[in-house]
């Protein structure tokens, strides 16, 4: 399972409507669904960004496909970062090489 956390910001056009802004999430929930990627959460927010959405799907291309299509449709901009459990972390420093490295040398 992969998971991404999305921010977004609202384009000229999405704050110009924004009074539909939750009509609009629902449909990309109903949208993510057919996808097969998981809307774990949704929040607007305050700040820098304008919204936070955590997305799970069992590959990444599905969530690649979900985030191109939502900034296709012009309301938002997008950054999409992968996020990693923290078992997940964990094995990706499992597979770092055991020798430390020293930068100061």
Known sequence: MVRYTLLIRYTEIGISQIQNTVARAAIFRETAATLGVTVEAQFW??????GVIILSAREETSVLALVTELARRGYVRTHLLRAYTEEEFAG??????????????
């Open 45 to 50: 927010t305050l700040g820098e960004f304008d």
């Open 92 to 105: 990706v420093l499992n597979r770092m090489p055991s020798a430390p490295v020293d930068l100061d040398e």
